[in-house]
């Protein structure tokens, strides 16, 4: 792996995609494509549902053999977000903590649907500001100090199980 500056080792090095946990949600072990490209973080919902003035539910789609788990938070606004191809939608953006490697901060997710993408979640720029630096040549620099630790959703092939 490159050698680096005296600045950049201040910093964690990351690489283009990374798995990240979702301490608040008790998500662990998603995977995540570091885009710097993006300025906003994204996860795949479904079922967005208004229950009062003050709090969404939504399922966070996990992985293909996971499942999904509902999820009830507070949304922060809704807002226009610009996609990679240049169409704009409303959406829902919430804020939870996001640890990836051993630091753990609040930031803003938008919920969209990803069911088209390799990836669950999108880091962006705003997540990854001050503290990180991204080698795009390497995939899955940060190893966890639990490597055993688990999701807590059952897995399931092909059939979706939730977990309240």
Known sequence: ???YTAIEQ???I???REYIDLPDWNIKKLKAKIDTGAKSSSIHVEEIEEISKTKISFYVILDKDRGRKKIIAK???KGKVKSSIGVKTHRWYVETKVRIGDIERKIRINLVGR???NF???IGRTALENDFLVDASHSYVLKSKNPKRKQNV???KKKRRVLK
Do not use: A, Q, S
């Open 1 to 3: 792996m490159k050698k």
């Open 10 to 12: 201040k910093k964690k």
């Open 14 to 16: 990351v690489g283009w």
């Open 75 to 77: 949304p922060i606004h």
């Open 115 to 117: 069911e088209e993408m």
């Open 120 to 122: 669950r979640m999108l």
């Open 154 to 156: 059952l897995k399931v």
